[in-house]
């Protein structure tokens, strides 16, 4: 789990919890870094630098969660899907366990569909009791997305090096100076980047319409487009 994730570890719970009234549910979805290399490498040669087609592609896989009957809220990027239940989707035992398990199979079953390889997806479940609490994770899962971006840049480079044949140590990237030596050496400006492949996007349901957001505001304001009663 992501350190943005691990102050929230009080609020998760498992198969057997008995759903709280007036609390929330949260699943976050994230694909497996060793799955994402092994696809990124396998498209190196047939790609644009940091094949930006596949992170459009989990960001579609993610936001597509939007339109399951339930949904409230998502915010998809290239690093995870962060799905918002509405208000009494869950309220017997298991029933959390069954809607993420759902969740995981709806989304690896997407992200195939459009890369043509199977990508391992694991998910976790949070009830939290309060709106405001909701709109804390989506804070706190956007700043981690936007503090991740020159990993991630720099992971998609030396995941198509080793694709291309070339040598890529992935303990290059763990500092901010590996990193930019990666993607300096590949040309890459993480600032030139679109909004959507360093922050992603969100999207907002109602009862007959699904309401995309590409231009995110930063991390606080992310949470104010939940609406209270959803």
Excluded at 108 to 132: H, K, M, N, Y
Excluded at 203 to 210: K, M, P
Aim: aromatic share 8%; net charge negative.
């Amino acid at each position: 789990m992501s350190d943005a994730w691990q102050s929230f570890h009080a609020f998760q719970v498992y198969a057997d919890h008995v759903p709280t009234d007036g609390f929330r549910i949260v699943i976050r979805l994230a694909p497996d870094v060793q799955s994402m290399a092994a696809c990124i490498s396998e498209r190196a040669n047939n790609a644009s630098p940091l094949d930006p087609e596949f992170t459009q592609s989990i960001i579609r896989a993610g936001i597509s969660l939007a339109q399951v009957d339930g949904v409230s809220f998502v915010y998809a990027s290239g690093q995870e899907a962060v799905v918002v239940l509405s208000r009494g989707a869950v309220s017997m035992v298991g029933q959390s366990l069954l809607v993420h398990d759902f969740m995981v199979s709806r989304f690896a079953a997407r992200l195939a569909r459009l890369t043509g390889r199977e990508i391992a997806v694991s998910g976790s479940i949070f009830e939290v009791p309060s709106t405001a609490v909701v709109r804390k994770a989506l804070a706190a899962s956007m700043a981690s997305v936007q503090a991740s971006a020159g990993w991630r840049a720099a992971f998609y480079v030396g995941s198509q090096v080793l694709g291309r044949g070339g040598k890529f140590d992935p303990q290059t990237i763990q500092t901010v100076a590996g990193q930019q030596t990666v993607l300096g050496a590949a040309q890459v400006d993480i600032e030139a980047l679109p909004g959507w492949w360093k922050v992603g996007v969100a999207a907002r349901s109602t009862d007959d319409s699904v309401e995309l957001f590409d231009n995110l505001p930063g991390p606080e304001a992310l949470g104010q487009l939940l609406p209270d009663a959803a």
